[in-house]
Protein backbone atom coordinates (compact mmCIF):
# COMPACT_ATOMS: atom_id res chain seq x y z
CA UNK A 1 0.00 0.00 0.00
CA UNK A 2 1.48 3.39 -1.44
CA UNK A 3 0.06 6.37 0.36
CA UNK A 4 -0.11 9.32 -2.34
CA UNK A 5 -0.45 12.83 -1.40
CA UNK A 6 -1.80 15.12 -4.05
CA UNK A 7 -1.64 18.99 -3.49
CA UNK A 8 -3.47 21.20 -5.62
CA UNK A 9 -2.72 24.88 -6.15
CA UNK A 10 -3.86 26.10 -9.22
CA UNK A 11 -6.50 29.32 -9.32
CA UNK A 12 -7.53 27.79 -12.94
CA UNK A 13 -9.98 24.96 -11.64
CA UNK A 14 -10.57 21.76 -13.73
CA UNK A 15 -8.69 24.27 -16.62
CA UNK A 16 -5.69 24.01 -15.01
CA UNK A 17 -2.69 22.39 -17.01
CA UNK A 18 -0.71 21.75 -13.67
CA UNK A 19 -3.84 19.78 -12.48
CA UNK A 20 -4.02 17.63 -15.42
CA UNK A 21 0.07 16.49 -15.40
CA UNK A 22 -0.68 15.91 -11.52
CA UNK A 23 -3.36 13.84 -12.71
CA UNK A 24 -1.70 12.10 -15.11
CA UNK A 25 1.30 11.30 -12.74
CA UNK A 26 -1.38 9.82 -10.28
CA UNK A 27 -2.42 7.62 -12.97
CA UNK A 28 1.08 6.12 -13.73
CA UNK A 29 1.32 5.76 -10.10
CA UNK A 30 -1.78 3.78 -10.07
CA UNK A 31 -0.61 1.73 -12.62
CA UNK A 32 2.73 0.65 -10.67
CA UNK A 33 1.38 0.41 -7.41
CA UNK A 34 -2.48 -0.77 -7.49
CA UNK A 35 -2.65 -1.01 -3.80
CA UNK A 36 -2.67 2.91 -3.16
CA UNK A 37 -4.21 5.70 -1.06
CA UNK A 38 -4.70 9.22 -1.99
CA UNK A 39 -5.11 12.53 -0.23
CA UNK A 40 -5.85 15.54 -1.95
CA UNK A 41 -5.09 18.84 -0.32
CA UNK A 42 -6.72 20.97 -2.75
CA UNK A 43 -5.14 24.47 -1.72
CA UNK A 44 -6.96 26.81 -3.25
CA UNK A 45 -10.88 25.49 -2.76
CA UNK A 46 -10.22 24.80 1.06
CA UNK A 47 -8.75 28.46 1.54
CA UNK A 48 -5.37 27.43 3.28
CA UNK A 49 -4.34 30.00 5.90
CA UNK A 50 -1.54 32.03 5.00
CA UNK A 51 0.79 32.81 8.13
CA UNK A 52 -0.87 35.75 9.90
CA UNK A 53 0.68 37.39 12.71
CA UNK A 54 -1.86 36.12 15.33
CA UNK A 55 -0.88 32.23 13.67
CA UNK A 56 2.43 33.04 14.08
CA UNK A 57 2.71 33.86 17.56
CA UNK A 58 0.94 30.87 18.26
CA UNK A 59 3.50 28.83 16.10
CA UNK A 60 6.49 30.18 18.66
CA UNK A 61 4.84 29.84 21.42
CA UNK A 62 6.05 26.78 22.95
CA UNK A 63 3.64 24.04 22.68
CA UNK A 64 3.08 24.00 26.85
CA UNK A 65 2.15 27.65 26.94
CA UNK A 66 0.13 27.90 24.36
CA UNK A 67 -3.39 28.84 25.12
CA UNK A 68 -6.44 27.08 23.57
CA UNK A 69 -7.26 29.38 21.42
CA UNK A 70 -3.78 29.24 19.81
CA UNK A 71 -3.65 25.68 19.82
CA UNK A 72 -7.05 25.89 17.91
CA UNK A 73 -5.57 28.49 15.54
CA UNK A 74 -2.95 26.54 14.53
CA UNK A 75 -4.63 22.65 14.81
CA UNK A 76 -4.52 22.61 10.87
CA UNK A 77 -0.63 22.80 10.50
CA UNK A 78 -0.43 19.43 12.33
CA UNK A 79 -2.80 17.86 10.34
CA UNK A 80 -0.81 18.90 7.42
CA UNK A 81 2.42 17.98 8.74
CA UNK A 82 1.12 14.87 9.88
CA UNK A 83 -0.08 14.50 6.11
CA UNK A 84 3.01 14.84 4.95
CA UNK A 85 4.61 12.01 7.24
CA UNK A 86 2.09 9.70 6.12
CA UNK A 87 2.71 9.71 2.35
CA UNK A 88 5.04 8.14 0.83
CA UNK A 89 4.49 10.07 -2.64
CA UNK A 90 3.91 13.41 -3.21
CA UNK A 91 2.48 14.87 -6.73
CA UNK A 92 2.71 18.66 -6.45
CA UNK A 93 1.00 20.91 -8.51
CA UNK A 94 3.17 23.78 -9.31
CA UNK A 95 1.71 26.70 -12.04
CA UNK A 96 4.65 29.50 -12.62
CA UNK A 97 2.57 32.53 -11.65
CA UNK A 98 4.56 35.46 -12.21
CA UNK A 99 8.20 33.54 -12.26
CA UNK A 100 7.13 32.30 -8.65
CA UNK A 101 4.55 29.54 -7.01
CA UNK A 102 1.11 30.35 -6.30
CA UNK A 103 0.83 32.21 -2.58
CA UNK A 104 -1.49 29.21 -1.70
CA UNK A 105 1.40 26.64 -2.01
CA UNK A 106 4.01 29.21 -0.41
CA UNK A 107 1.36 29.05 2.70
CA UNK A 108 1.75 25.58 3.03
CA UNK A 109 5.12 25.34 2.51
CA UNK A 110 5.86 27.89 5.57
CA UNK A 111 3.51 25.34 7.77
CA UNK A 112 5.67 22.45 7.24
CA UNK A 113 8.56 24.20 7.68
CA UNK A 114 8.91 23.80 11.79
CA UNK A 115 12.01 23.85 13.19
CA UNK A 116 12.59 20.64 15.22
CA UNK A 117 10.02 19.07 13.36
CA UNK A 118 10.20 19.14 9.43
CA UNK A 119 14.02 20.22 10.19
CA UNK A 120 16.63 20.76 12.57
CA UNK A 121 19.98 22.62 13.00
CA UNK A 122 22.77 20.61 13.92
CA UNK A 123 26.77 21.55 14.57
CA UNK A 124 27.15 19.99 11.02
CA UNK A 125 24.08 22.56 9.36
CA UNK A 126 20.69 22.13 8.56
CA UNK A 127 18.89 18.07 8.69
CA UNK A 128 15.59 17.61 7.55
CA UNK A 129 13.40 15.10 9.08
CA UNK A 130 11.18 14.31 6.40
CA UNK A 131 13.02 11.07 4.51
CA UNK A 132 12.30 8.11 2.55
CA UNK A 133 9.69 9.96 0.21
CA UNK A 134 9.72 10.22 -3.24
CA UNK A 135 8.23 14.05 -4.80
CA UNK A 136 7.13 14.48 -8.09
CA UNK A 137 6.42 18.29 -9.09
CA UNK A 138 3.82 18.68 -11.61
CA UNK A 139 4.89 22.12 -13.10
CA UNK A 140 3.30 24.78 -15.55
CA UNK A 141 4.17 27.42 -17.27
CA UNK A 142 3.13 29.91 -20.38
CA UNK A 143 6.35 30.19 -21.63
CA UNK A 144 9.28 27.97 -22.64
CA UNK A 145 11.32 27.52 -18.96
CA UNK A 146 13.50 24.64 -19.72
CA UNK A 147 15.08 26.60 -22.55
CA UNK A 148 15.03 29.76 -20.43
CA UNK A 149 15.26 29.12 -16.90
CA UNK A 150 16.22 32.48 -16.39
CA UNK A 151 12.66 33.34 -15.30
CA UNK A 152 11.89 29.97 -13.46
CA UNK A 153 11.78 30.62 -9.67
CA UNK A 154 9.80 27.69 -9.26
CA UNK A 155 11.65 24.64 -9.86
CA UNK A 156 14.63 25.35 -8.04
CA UNK A 157 13.01 26.49 -5.23
CA UNK A 158 10.51 23.73 -4.69
CA UNK A 159 13.75 21.12 -5.19
CA UNK A 160 15.91 23.07 -2.58
CA UNK A 161 12.81 23.70 -0.19
CA UNK A 162 11.89 20.04 -0.24
CA UNK A 163 15.68 18.81 -0.20
CA UNK A 164 15.88 21.10 2.92
CA UNK A 165 13.30 18.86 4.38
CA UNK A 166 15.02 15.90 3.84
CA UNK A 167 12.95 15.20 1.09
CA UNK A 168 15.40 14.69 -2.03
CA UNK A 169 14.25 12.29 -4.86
CA UNK A 170 12.48 15.13 -6.27
CA UNK A 171 11.76 14.79 -9.76
CA UNK A 172 9.64 17.48 -11.83
CA UNK A 173 7.73 17.10 -15.10
CA UNK A 174 7.30 19.72 -17.54
CA UNK A 175 3.91 21.21 -19.23
CA UNK A 176 4.95 24.93 -20.73
CA UNK A 177 4.46 26.93 -23.66
CA UNK A 178 0.48 26.56 -22.77
CA UNK A 179 0.60 30.40 -23.56
CA UNK A 180 1.77 29.73 -26.93
CA UNK A 181 -0.96 29.22 -29.47
CA UNK A 182 1.68 26.88 -31.84
CA UNK A 183 2.40 25.23 -28.45
CA UNK A 184 -0.47 24.91 -26.43
CA UNK A 185 -2.22 22.30 -28.18
CA UNK A 186 1.05 19.55 -27.67
CA UNK A 187 2.69 20.90 -24.38
CA UNK A 188 0.48 18.22 -22.15
CA UNK A 189 0.65 15.03 -24.77
CA UNK A 190 4.79 16.04 -24.53
CA UNK A 191 4.56 16.27 -20.87
CA UNK A 192 3.16 12.82 -20.72
CA UNK A 193 5.48 11.50 -23.16
CA UNK A 194 8.66 12.36 -20.88
CA UNK A 195 6.38 11.40 -17.51
CA UNK A 196 6.34 7.58 -19.21
CA UNK A 197 9.61 7.82 -19.76
CA UNK A 198 10.94 8.75 -17.18
CA UNK A 199 8.81 6.25 -14.77
CA UNK A 200 9.45 3.24 -17.33
Known sequence: MKKILHV????????????ALGNKILEQLKKEYPENEVVERNLVAE???????EKWQAIITPEENRTEA??????????????????????????????GIPSQLKAWIDHLAKSGVTFKYTEEGPQGLVNGKKVYIAMSSGGVYSENPAYDFVSDYLIKIFGFLGMTDVELIRVEGIAIPELRDGALEKAEKELVASMA
Not at 8 to 19: A, C, F, M
Open 70 to 99: QKETIAFQDEAIQELFDADILVIGAPLYNF
Open 47 to 53: NFPHITE
Open 8 to 19: ISTLNGQNSYSL
